[in-house]
């Protein structure tokens, strides 16, 4: 089993600046590929971010390519989403998710993952 708690949202302006954390507890974060997921209103969720248990390989979205960077502190069991840039287009729930049957190959595809957290809300104003 895995908890997965996320933090750091909030209202920011366009063109700002906000860092999500997503700690996890139960089994060791280090086992596992972990990723980021937003929801918009009216909209399905999707993929926009994913790292591999050692941090050496990442994928992004198209649409946070060069503005967005996803890292994680396996010492403290926590991933982050650096979000640099902030669209209105941003404003969504933001997902963290685990990935508990791959370890080195990250992935985009929501059904792959098994553990999510609540979501944390981040909303860009313009």
């Known amino acids: 089993q895995v908890q997965l708690v996320e933090s750091g949202g909030g209202l920011v302006q366009a063109g700002g600046s906000l860092r999500l954390a997503c700690a996890a507890s139960?089994?060791?974060?280090?086992?596992?590929?972990m990723g980021w997921f937003r929801q918009a209103p009216g909209k399905e969720r999707e993929f926009v971010a994913a790292?591999?248990?050692?941090?050496?390989?990442?994928s992004y979205a198209d649409s946070v390519k060069g503005r967005f960077t996803i890292s994680r502190d396996n010492a403290k069991n926590t991933e982050y989403l650096q979000m640099n840039s902030l669209k209105p287009e941003d404003t969504a729930v933001y997902y963290c998710?685990?990935?508990?049957?791959?370890?080195?190959?990250?992935?985009?595809?929501?059904?792959?993952?098994?553990?999510w957290g609540q979501g944390t809300q981040v909303t860009v104003s313009s």
């Open positions: 139960g089994r060791a974060s280090s086992n596992y590929v």
């Open positions: 998710a685990a990935n508990t049957r791959l370890r080195y190959y990250t992935s985009s595809l929501i059904q792959d993952y098994d553990y």
């Open positions: 790292i591999n248990w050692s941090g050496g390989s990442t």
